[in-house]
C-alpha cells in the first residue's frame, strides 16, 4: 500500500517507518522532515490547515494514512487548552474530512486517558470514556470526528508509550537509578507501558487485517509508576533507594491524571491476533538496547 504517515518524527512514527518500509511505499506528512525520511517522499503539511490537508491527501493519494502525530503532554494540553484541541482534534478533524474525500483507510492514535480511572479492573474498547483533563478530552473530540466522518478506519487507544526517538518516563528511571538521582514515583498511577516498537509492529499486522474498528494495542499487563521504576532499576543492576513513594499529588502537575487506567487488549485477543509481549519483555528490551545493564 501507499500509506501517508503524520508525526513521522516522533516516537511512534519513527517506529512506524522501521515497521512499514519494507513492505509498503511510506510518505511523511509534518512541519519538519527527519533524516531517515527521504525528500522525495515528504511534504511539509501543517495539519490545522484544513484546506493543506485535503490539497496534500489528494496530491499524495494514499491508501492509508496513519495520524500519530499529537500534542501529547497532557501538562501542554492544559497549560493552553485551544492549543490542544487545534493540534489533536480540529488536526484530527482535516484529515479524516481529506481521507473521506478520497475514500482512504484511516488509522487514528488515540490514548488511556480518555478513560476516567475510576474503574478497577483495565479497560475494554467499549468501556464509556470519561477524561479527566483536557487532554483526554481533545482525544475523545478527535475520535468522534473519525467516527462520524468515516466508515474504513481504525482508533487504536495506547497507554504511557516508551522508545528510542525521544525520552520517556523510563528513560528518566533508568538516569536517575544510573546516576544516583532521587525520584519521586507515584503509586497510585497505573498503566500498561507500551514500547513505540511493539505498537508499531502490531500495527503493521492490523492494516493487514483489515479489521476496522476501535482497538487497544498495548503491552500486556499494567504497574504502577513505582513499580515501573523499581524494575528498571533491578534490572539495571541498581539498588532501589533512589526511589521515593509518592502520590499524582505530590508531582505537582499541571493536568490531573486519571488514577488507574490499563488497558485490555480485549478486541485484539478476540480477533485471534498474535499476543502481545508484557511490559517487563518490552521494557527489559528497551533498557537492553539503550543503557548498559551491568549488575553490581
Not at 56 to 66: C, E, G, S
Amino acid at each position: 500500500m501507499k500509506i501517508a504517515i503524520t508525526g513521522t518524527s516522533g516516537m511512534v512514527g519513527y517506529d512506524l517507518c522501521r515497521a512499514l518500509n519494507d513492505k509498503h511505499e511510506i510518505w511523511g506528512l509534518g512541519r519538519t522532515r527527519p533524516d531517515y525520511v527521504p525528500q522525495t517522499r515528504w511534504r511539509a503539511l501543517d495539519i490545522a490547515d484544513a484546506d493543506a490537508a485535503q490539497k496534500i491527501v489528494a496530491q499524495i493519494n494514499p491508501d492509508l494514512l496513519i495520524h500519530s502525530a499529537a500534542m501529547s503532554y497532557p501538562d501542554d494540553c492544559e497549560a493552553d487548552p485551544d492549543a490542544g484541541y487545534k493540534a489533536n482534534s480540529i488536526a484530527t478533524r482535516n484529515l479524516a474530512v481529506a481521507a473521506q474525500r478520497f475514500d482512504t483507510e484511516f488509522l487514528f492514535i488515540s490514548s488511556d486517558q480518555v478513560f476516567g480511572g475510576a474503574k478497577q479492573s483495565p479497560y475494554i474498547e467499549t468501556d464509556p470514556t470519561d477524561p479527566v483533563n483536557h487532554y483526554g478530552r481533545s482525544k475523545v473530540w478527535a475520535e468522534d470526528f473519525v467516527r462520524t466522518l468515516l466508515r474504513r478506519f481504525y482508533i487504536v487507544r495506547t497507554s504511557l508509550v516508551f522508545g528510542r526517538r525521544r525520552p520517556s518516563y523510563i528513560d528518566r528511571a533508568a538516569r536517575c537509578a544510573m546516576e544516583g538521582e532521587s525520584l519521586t514515583a507515584a503509586t497510585d498511577i497505573v498503566n500498561s507501558p507500551t514500547y513505540s516498537k511493539d505498537l508499531a509492529e502490531a500495527i503493521a499486522f492490523l492494516i493487514d487485517s483489515h479489521a476496522y474498528g476501535t482497538l487497544h494495542i498495548a503491552n500486556e499487563g499494567h504497574c504502577t509508576r513505582y513499580e515501573l521504576a523499581e524494575f528498571v532499576a533491578k534490572a539495571l543492576g541498581k539498588k532501589t533507594s533512589f526511589i521515593q513513594k509518592g502520590s499524582g499529588k505530590d508531582l505537582q502537575l499541571k493536568a490531573r491524571r486519571p488514577g488507574y487506567t490499563p488497558l485490555e487488549n480485549f478486541v485484539w485477543h478476540l480477533n485471534g491476533f498474535p499476543k502481545i509481549r508484557t511490559w517487563r519483555e518490552a521494557v527489559g528490551d528497551h533498557l537492553a538496547q539503550n543503557f548498559a545493564l551491568t549488575k553490581n
